[in-house]
């Protein structure tokens, strides 16, 4: 383990970002068409490796429908504001409109409505016209050892068994959170924290995980728990500073078998935040640490998947992008692909971002 002196008292490991690492072509190279890129968890199988942000400005219930149509599984904030609002879109056009200097207020007063049980059970019936159950539990941070002494924390390992669908949770960002998590029973894992184009937990709690560290880290973690466990994989998601094509190809060299987007779906016409994005982070009451930032709109939700491209920009024909460099590193399919060989090129160092 590489490690650097801050000064006398304190070392640091080094860690890396997504854009500090490429991958090496080999020997061998594929035809595009014979590359694969479906992913299975549970008894679900997608024929995209992806699952759409659970976030306002990214996922409604059309735009989850349309994502399962494409080959994804999109997932819905049921604590956002399809579940607060029997019509969200009134505030879905006032938070695209607000100034910058008046957003986390009103942010915090349109998020202020509480959410209606009739409410989540609609938009559950709503979404569940693509086929898919899968509960996900998304946080900056999740803990499978939450410590309270003002309320008894979720028992997450309980949770999980008492409930009839797989399970998916995080962040986490460690090898020890992720092998904790992966011990609940959770049928995956998402990886990252604060490293996503809406986060600002750097600036604000000083907290930050690069992602390509973070990935190969909970890879490791996946690893030992199947001998663990006796042959049980749990699936290693990454979310967080995916917004182009190359940062997510990076991801799945790395050891994830799937992606969550955000920021890069934001941008679709489809999109519901109109061209800008935000998370939860960014209307806490006490502490934002988000922002509401202008992504814009390039292109249809079903060019900005499976193109054809638009740019050579890394924003658009994603998974074209990831089903090239399979096929040009030899690969054909994703789990064969976390073996891909990577390097750190000499100009980059472990990364600021």
């Known amino acids: 383990m590489s490690e650097t002196e801050i000064g006398r008292g304190k070392r640091a490991r080094l860690a890396y970002s997504l854009d500090d690492i490429a991958i090496v072509p080999s020997r061998r190279t594929r035809d595009p068409g014979e590359v694969s890129l479906s992913w299975q968890i549970d008894a679900y199988r997608f024929d995209l490796p992806l699952v759409a942000a659970p976030m306002d400005s990214v996922t409604s219930p059309a735009t989850a429908i349309a994502v399962g149509r494409l080959g994804g599984l999109g997932v819905l904030d049921l604590e956002g504001l399809w579940t607060r609002y029997e019509d969200p879109g009134p ?18 007063d349109i998020y202020a409505a509480p959410v209606q049980p009739a409410l989540v059970a609609q938009r559950l019936a709503e979404i569940r016209d693509a086929g898919v159950d899968l509960f996900v539990i ?12 003002r309320a008894e924390p979720l028992n997450l390992k309980r949770f999980i068994y ?32 604060g490293g996503g184009a809406a986060g600002a937990a ?10 390509a560290t973070a990935v190969a880290d909970v890879a490791a973690a996946r690893h030992d728990y199947l001998d663990e466990s006796g042959g049980r994989y749990v699936h290693v998601i ?39 994005h935000w998370g ?3 209307r806490h009451r006490e502490l934002p640490r988000g922002d509401r930032v202008r ?3 390039i292109a249809p939700l079903a060019e900005i998947l499976r193109g054809p491209g638009r740019t050579a920009d890394g924003t658009t024909n994603l998974f074209g992008a990831l089903r090239r460099a399979m096929a040009t590193t030899g690969y054909t399919d994703c789990k064969e692909f976390q073996r891909v060989e990577v390097v750190v090129p000499k100009q980059s160092g472990p990364s600021a971002d």
């Open 202 to 211: 750097r600036q604000t709690v000083g907290i930050h995980a690069p992602m």
């Open 280 to 282: 939860r982070e960014a």
């Open 138 to 149: 998304r946080g900056a941070t999740v803990s499978a050892e939450h410590v309270s002494s």
């Open 162 to 193: 008492e409930l009839d669908v797989p399970v998916v949770v995080g962040g986490a960002a460690t090898y020890t959170a992720a092998l904790h998590l992966m011990r609940t029973g959770a049928a995956g894992v998402l990886v990252g924290f």
């Open 295 to 297: 992504v814009g709109t």
């Open 91 to 108: 505030p879905l056009a006032e938070i695209a409109s607000l100034a910058p200097e008046t957003v986390t207020r009103r942010l915090r």
């Open 238 to 276: 990454a979310d967080g500073g995916l917004d182009r094509s190359g940062a997510m190809v990076a991801a799945m060299a790395c050891g994830a078998d799937a992606v969550m987007l955000g920021t890069a779906l934001a941008r679709a016409t489809e999109a519901p935040g109109h061209g800008w």
